[in-house]
C-alpha cells in the first residue's frame, strides 16, 4: 500500500474550516483514498473515501489532487468535537473475500480551539 | 444508527492468562476485524474474518491469538496465554462489503491490561 504523509499536529478556530493535508506521491492507479478520524482512544471512525472525483458528504468534503499525490480533507465549520486524530490511508479497493484491511500511520492531531 | 459493540470496556488479566474479548458486529455485515492500540501508539491491524475463516493476518497474530464466530452474532478474540505486552485497547470493526461501500465501522474498543 502507498504511504502516506500527514503533518503530527494542526489548530484550528472553532466555526472555522479546517483543512487538513495528505501527501500520497506513490498512489497507484487502483488504491483510494480513504479519511478515518480517532476521538480520544474511542475506536476510529470513518469519514470518507474518494478514488480521483472531489467527494462530499454530511461529515466532510475529500478534494484530490489531478495527479492524486495528494489530497485535502475539508471539515466545513470545525466545532471543539472535531478535535481528534485524523488519518489518510491509501489502499486498493479489496478484492473478493479480502475485506481489505487499514494501515494507520501516526495520522493528524486536529485541535478546535473556542 | 447500527454499532459494533464490544464487551466489556475493560479487562484486567493476569499474565498467563486466557482472555476471550467479544464483539457483535453490525448486522448485515459480512468482515469483521480485529486491531489493537497500545497507549500512545499507532492503530495495528491484527486479522480479518471472512466466510467462516481468517481472511488475512498480521505478524503480530501469532499462535496465541485466535478468532472465532461461534454463531451468527457474536465474534470473538481469544489470547491464549497472555504476556504483558498484550496490555492495549482491542477494536473490533466490520464492513459490509456491498458493492461500493467497504468502510470498516468500528466498536469503542476493550481495554485490556496484564497485570
Known amino acids: 500500500d502507498a504511504k502516506t504523509t500527514q503533518p503530527p499536529s494542526m489548530d484550528c478556530a472553532e466555526g472555522r474550516a479546517a483543512n487538513l493535508p495528505c501527501n500520497h506521491s506513490t498512489i497507484s492507479g487502483n488504491e483510494y483514498v480513504y479519511w478515518y478520524r480517532q476521538i480520544h482512544s474511542q475506536g476510529p471512525q470513518y469519514i470518507i473515501h474518494g478514488l480521483k472525483n472531489n467527494e462530499t458528504n454530511e461529515m466532510a468534503s475529500l478534494i484530490i489532487t489531478e495527479d492524486r499525490k495528494s489530497s485535502t480533507l475539508i471539515l466545513p465549520h470545525a466545532t471543539l468535537r472535531d478535535t481528534a486524530v485524523y488519518y489518510c490511508?491509501?489502499?486498493?479497493?479489496?478484492?473478493?473475500?479480502?475485506?481489505?484491511?487499514?494501515?494507520f500511520g501516526q495520522g493528524t492531531e486536529l485541535s478546535v480551539k473556542p | 444508527e447500527p454499532e459494533v459493540t464490544q464487551t466489556p470496556s475493560h479487562q484486567v488479566t493476569q499474565m498467563g492468562q486466557e482472555v476471550i474479548l467479544r464483539c457483535v458486529p453490525i448486522s448485515n455485515h459480512l468482515y469483521f476485524y480485529w486491531y489493537r492500540q497500545i497507549l500512545g501508539q499507532k492503530v495495528e491491524f491484527l486479522v480479518s474474518?471472512?466466510?467462516?475463516?481468517?481472511?488475512?493476518k498480521s505478524e503480530i497474530f501469532d499462535d496465541q491469538f485466535s478468532v472465532e464466530r461461534p454463531d451468527g452474532s457474536n465474534f470473538t478474540l481469544k489470547i491464549r496465554s497472555t504476556k504483558l505486552e498484550d496490555s492495549a485497547m482491542y477494536f473490533c470493526a466490520s464492513s459490509p462489503r456491498d458493492r461500493g461501500r467497504v468502510e470498516a465501522f468500528f466498536g469503542q474498543g476493550t481495554r485490556l491490561t496484564v497485570v
Open positions: 474474518f471472512y466466510n467462516n475463516e481468517i481472511s488475512e
Open positions: 490511508i491509501v489502499r486498493p479497493y479489496p478484492i473478493y473475500n479480502q475485506g481489505g484491511k487499514l494501515i
